[in-house]
C-alpha cells in the first residue's frame, strides 16, 4: 500500500495546483507544493529498492493529512491575525523541511547506480540531444511549465507498460520547449537508458526518423549494440527495434500532422513492459487521441500575464529588471501576445534590435512575426470548406466569446458546406467542422456542454490577426473595424467596401452613418454593437442581404424593421426588436431559415406559421403560440423552437412541428390550472434535447410522457419523484440528464438494472435528496457526474467506484461527506482499474 499511499499524495498535490482561483495558491505556496510533490516522486521512484516500506506509507500517509489540513477552510481561522498566505507558506516549509531528512534516508539506502549515475551524466555528449533552437538555450529560463513538468514526469515515471503521451497545443503555445524541458531533465535522463528525438514534421520519411533515432542512440548502447549500427541502413529497420528492447527507452516524437506517420513507424517500438514512454507533440487532436494509448492527453495552456512579463523580461533584459520607463508600454505590447510564448519571445527579439523608448515600443504592437508564417501551415493544411469557415471567424471581435451554435448556423446560412448524408441534418455535418478546427488547435474551446461538444469558442489573438488579413485577401470576409481602425476612415472606405465585398463585419455605429443612396452588392453583415450606443440600424439599399446577425451585447441595438421585411433573401436573422411584438409583415420573408430574437417575453403573430422554410425560432422566451385557423401546412424543416412559454402540445400543435430535435419550455406559476398536454410529448418522434421549466412551483400534477428519441433532458422545478425516475431511467437513448431546482421530490432515490444504460453525463443542482442507492451497471457508461447544492446527501454511492468509463466527479465544498466519497472512489478507480483520469473537482461556493 506504500505505492498507493505515496500516489494519493501526489494526486492530492495536483488538486490544490489546480486551484486557478484560490487567493491562497500564491507564487511562495504554490512553490512549496511543488517542492513537496517533487519529494515525492522520488519516494516513489525509490520505493522498489528500500525495504522498510511501512515507513514511507506512514510519512506520505501524515504529510497528505497535513495537506488536507492546511487547506481546510476551518483550518485558516487557526492563524489568528496572520496573513493565512504567509502562515500557510511557513508550515509548508517545515513539511517540506521534514519531508526531506526522510527522502535523504530513503535516497541514501538506494545507493545503487551511483557511479553509472555520475558517469552517465558527466560522460553524456550533446550529440545525442535534439538541436536546440534559439527559442530555447540551455542558459534561458524556462516559464510557465512548473505544473506541466509535475504532470509530465508522473505519467512517465511508475507505469510498466509502453504508454504513449501525447502534447496538444496551437502553433507557438510550446509543446516542443516543454518536451525539450522533459528530454533534459536530471532525473528523466537517469531513469531511462535510452532517450530518442525525433523531428516528423509534414514532409517526413521513415529512414529520416530511423537515421534521428540511430544518432541518438549510437552512445548508448553495449558492444553488440554497435555492432549492430555498423551496418545500419534505411532498410534494416528491424535493428532499431533489437536495440530499443530490453531497455527502458524515452522517444520524443516532435512535430507529427497525421495519423498515417503514426502507423508507419509504431511498430518499432517494442512492448518491453519496464516503464518505456513516447512523447509525442502534435497540433492535431484527431493525432493525439489515434495514437495515445490512454485517455491522457497533456493539453498546453497559455501563460498568464506574470508569467508572460517574467518571460519577455528575461528574453529581452536577462537578470535585470525592465527600466521603470518601459514598463508601461511594455507591458501592453505582452498583454497584446495573449499568454502565446512564440508571440512574446518573438516581440523580444524585435524589441532588442532597436533603441529603447516608449515610442519606438509602441510601434512593434500588434507585429506577430514570424508566427503568420507558421499559422500558414496549419492553414493550408486545412480542406478548402474548412478554410472557408477558419477564414468567417474574422467576423468576430479579438476576445468575443463566439456561441457555437451560432456560429454553426451562421455557417449553415452561408452555404459553405453541403449535406452528403441524408440521415444527418446538415447542421450535424457542420458542427463536425467545428470540431475539426478544434482539433487542428487553431479554435479554442471556452466551455463544452453536458455532451461534451463545444458550447462557446474564440480565436486567440495572434491566430484572428492572421485569420482577419487572410478572410481580406482572399475576401472571404473583411472585417471594417480592423482594416479600417478610425471613424474617418471607415466612413470614406464604406462605400468601396459595401461595393466590393460580399461578406463584412461592421459596427452598427458606422453602418448608420454610410451613405445609403447607393445599392451594396454585400450579402452578409455581422454587426458589432458599440457599448453607449443604440441606434436604430438601417438596411436600406441592401436588397441582395441574405444574412444579418447582431453580435449577442446587452445594448439592445435593433434594426427598422419596416426595411429588414423588405429583404427578402434574407435567410438568417438574429438581433434584438424595439419591442416586444413582431409585426405580421415577418411572413414576407419566405426564404428565412434562422429567426434569433434577443429578447423576452416575444409576441409572435399567427404569420409565423407561413415561413415554411424556417428551422430555428429561437428567443429568450416566447409567449404562448398561436395556431392559424383552418387548414395550415406544418413547418416540416422547424428543429429548434425554444424557449417557448406556456407551450400547450396538443395533437395539432404535434402536427405541425413534426421534424422538431430540440424545445425549451417553460411554465408560470399563475397559469398552471391549464391543460397543457404534455403526454402529447412522446408524438414528437426526432425531439433529441427537451427541457422543461417550471418557474418557483411545486407541481406534480404535469405529467410529460417523454419521447423515446431524447437524447438529452433538462428539468427544473417540481417535475417527478425520485420514485418515478424509472420514467426516465428507461429512455433508450437518454445521454444526457439535469435535474435543477428541485425538479425531483422526496429523500430517496434507488435505481434499477436496465435503466440509464446510454446515460454518460448525470447532473443534480439543488436537491433535498438524502440516500442515493445504485449499483455500477445501472449507469453503465457514465462519465462525468455533477453534485452542487446538495447539502443533505451522505455520500456517493460507493459502487459508482466500479463504473470504468468515469471521467470525473465535481462537487460544492457544501458537503464534506460527498468530497470524502468523491476522493474513495477515486482511489478504487486507480487501484482497481488503473484509471489515473479521474479527475475530482471541488467547486467554490
Not at 425516475?725 to 429523500?747: D, F, H, R, W
Not at 448525470?762 to 442507492?773: G, P, R, V
Not at 457514465?782 to 447539502?791: A, D, I, N, T, Y
Amino acid at each position: 500500500m506504500a505505492y498507493e499511499a505515496v500516489d494519493s499524495l501526489q494526486q492530492t498535490l495536483l488538486l490544490i495546483l489546480q486551484r486557478r482561483d484560490d487567493h491562497l495558491i500564491t507564487p511562495p505556496v504554490k512553490q512549496q507544493i511543488i517542492s513537496i510533490h517533487d519529494k515525492a516522486v522520488v519516494l516513489q521512484f525509490n520505493l522498489k529498492r528500500f525495504p522498510d516500506k511501512e515507513t514511507i506509507r506512514e510519512v506520505a500517509n501524515t504529510t497528505e493529512d497535513i495537506i488536507q489540513y492546511l487547506f481546510f477552510p476551518q483550518s485558516l481561522s487557526d492563524f489568528g491575525s496572520i496573513d493565512p498566505t504567509v502562515r500557510l507558506s511557513d508550515q509548508l516549509g517545515k513539511l517540506a523541511e521534514e519531508l526531506d531528512s526522510t527522502v535523504g534516508y530513503v535516497v541514501d539506502c538506494c545507493k545503487i547506480k551511483d557511479v553509472q549515475i555520475a558517469r552517465a551524466l558527466v560522460d553524456e555528449s550533446l550529440s545525442d540531444s535534439p538541436p536546440i533552437l534559439p527559442l530555447l538555450k540551455r542558459k534561458d529560463v524556462v516559464v510557465g511549465f512548473d505544473e506541466d513538468m509535475i504532470q509530465m514526469r508522473c505519467r512517465l515515471i511508475g507505469h510498466e507498460r509502453l504508454k504513449v503521451i501525447p502534447i496538444v497545443g496551437m502553433a507557438g503555445i510550446g509543446k516542443s520547449v516543454l518536451a525539450k524541458c522533459i528530454y533534459h531533465d536530471p532525473f528523466i535522463r537517469f531513469y531511462f537508458d535510452i532517450r530518442a528525438w525525433v523531428t516528423i514534421s509534414q514532409d517526413y520519411s521513415t529512414s529520416s526518423i530511423l537515421s534521428q533515432i540511430r544518432a541518438s542512440v549510437k552512445d548508448k548502447v553495449d558492444g553488440v549494440g554497435r555492432e549492430s549500427l555498423k551496418g545500419f541502413d534505411a532498410q534494416c529497420l528491424d535493428e532499431v527495434h533489437k536495440i530499443l528492447r530490453g531497455r527502458r527507452y524515452l522517444i520524443v516524437m516532435d512535430d507529427m500532422w497525421s495519423a498515417e506517420a503514426w502507423d508507419h513507424i509504431r511498430w518499432l517500438f517494442p512492448e518491453t513492459r519496464n516503464g518505456s514512454k513516447i512523447i509525442l507533440t502534435t497540433r492535431l487532436m484527431d493525432v493525439a487521441t489515434y495514437a495515445a494509448t490512454s485517455r491522457y492527453i497533456h493539453m498546453m495552456h497559455f501563460l498568464d500575464d506574470e508569467q508572460s512579463w517574467r518571460l519577455f523580461q528575461h528574453k529581452l533584459f536577462g537578470d535585470q529588471d525592465c527600466p521603470l520607463e518601459l514598463q508601461t508600454v511594455g507591458k501592453k505590447v505582452v498583454k497584446g501576445c495573449g499568454g502565446l510564448p512564440l508571440s512574446i519571445i518573438t516581440v523580444a527579439g524585435l524589441l532588442s534590435g532597436i533603441p529603447r523608448t516608449p515610442n519606438l515600443w509602441q510601434q512593434i504592437e500588434g507585429n506577430d512575426g514570424k508566427l503568420g508564417s507558421i499559422l500558414s501551415l496549419s492553414y493550408e493544411h486545412l480542406p478548402p470548406h474548412l478554410r472557408k469557415c477558419f477564414l468567417y471567424m474574422a467576423a468576430f471581435p479579438q476576445d468575443y466569446e463566439i456561441h457555437a451554435s451560432e456560429l454553426i448556423k451562421l455557417w449553415v446560412a452561408e452555404g459553405f458546406l453541403e449535406c452528403q448524408n441524408e440521415s444527418k441534418t446538415i447542421e450535424v455535418e457542420t458542427e463536425k467542422c467545428l470540431e475539426d478546427l478544434i482539433k487542428q488547435s487553431l479554435v479554442l474551446v471556452t466551455s463544452r456542454k453536458s455532451d461534451g461538444k463545444p458550447k462557446s469558442c474564440r480565436l486567440h489573438c495572434m491566430v484572428r490577426d492572421f485569420c482577419v488579413r487572410q478572410a481580406g485577401n482572399e475576401k472571404v470576409l473583411l472585417s471594417v473595424m480592423d482594416y479600417f481602425p478610425t471613424p474617418i476612415l471607415r466612413r470614406h472606405f464604406l462605400p468601396q467596401v459595401l461595393q466590393n465585398h460580399p461578406r463584412i463585419s461592421v459596427s452598427l455605429h458606422d453602418l448608420h452613418l454610410r451613405d445609403s443612396t447607393h445599392n451594396s452588392c454585400t450579402t452578409s453583415i455581422i454587426c458589432i454593437p458599440q457599448r453607449g450606443y443604440r441606434p436604430k440600424g438601417s438596411v436600406e439599399n441592401f436588397s441582395s442581404l441574405r444574412v444579418l446577425h447582431v453580435l449577442r451585447r446587452n445594448d439592445h441595438s435593433y434594426w427598422e424593421l419596416g426595411q429588414v421585411f423588405e429583404l427578402i433573401y434574407l435567410t438568417y436573422l438574429a438581433s434584438s426588436i424595439p419591442d416586444s411584438i413582431v409585426p405580421p409583415a415577418i411572413a414576407k420573408l419566405q426564404n428565412l431559415q434562422t429567426l434569433i430574437i434577443y429578447r423576452f417575453g416575444v409576441h409572435l403573430p399567427v404569420e409565423i406559421w407561413r415561413l415554411r422554410q424556417l428551422r430555428h425560432l429561437i428567443a429568450f422566451s416566447f409567449h404562448p403560440l398561436l395556431l392559424p385557423e383552418g387548414a395550415t401546412l406544418s413547418l416540416d424543416n422547424l428543429q429548434t423552437l425554444s424557449m417557448a412559454t406556456d407551450f400547450v402540445c396538443s395533437e395539432r400543435m404535434v402536427d405541425m412541428i413534426p421534424n422538431i430535435t430540440k424545445l425549451g419550455i417553460c411554465y408560470s406559476e399563475d397559469k398552471l390550472g391549464v391543460c397543457y398536454h404534455l403526454d402529447n410529448l412522446k408524438h414528437l418522434l426526432k425531439l433529441e434535447k427537451l427541457k422543461l421549466d417550471i418557474h418557483n412551483s411545486f407541481v406534480p400534477c404535469l405529467s410529460p410522457v417523454f419521447p423515446l428519441s431524447l437524447k438529452k433532458l433538462e428539468l427544473s422545478g417540481g417535475w417527478i419523484s425520485w420514485s418515478d425516475m424509472t420514467i426516465v431511467g428507461s429512455l433508450p437513448n437518454l445521454q444526457v440528464l439535469k435535474l435543477k431546482k428541485y425538479a425531483c421530490y422526496g429523500e430517496r432515490w434507488a435505481t434499477n438494472m436496465g435503466e440509464f444504460h446510454m446515460l454518460i453525463h448525470l447532473l443534480i443542482d439543488e436537491s433535498n435528496l438524502k440516500c442515493w442507492t445504485t449499483e455500477y451497471n445501472h449507469f453503465p457508461r457514465l462519465q462525468r457526474l455533477v453534485l452542487h447544492r446538495c447539502p443533505c446527501l451522505d455520500g456517493i454511492p460507493i459502487d459508482i467506484a466500479d463504473i470504468r468509463t468515469l471521467e470525473l466527479i465535481e462537487i460544492d465544498d457544501r458537503n464534506q461527506s460527498l468530497l470524502y466519497s468523491a476522493k474513495r472512489i477515486q482511489k478504487e478507480q486507480r487501484e482497481n482499474w488503473g484509471n489515473d483520469e479521474l479527475k475530482v473537482m471541488v467547486k467554490r461556493s
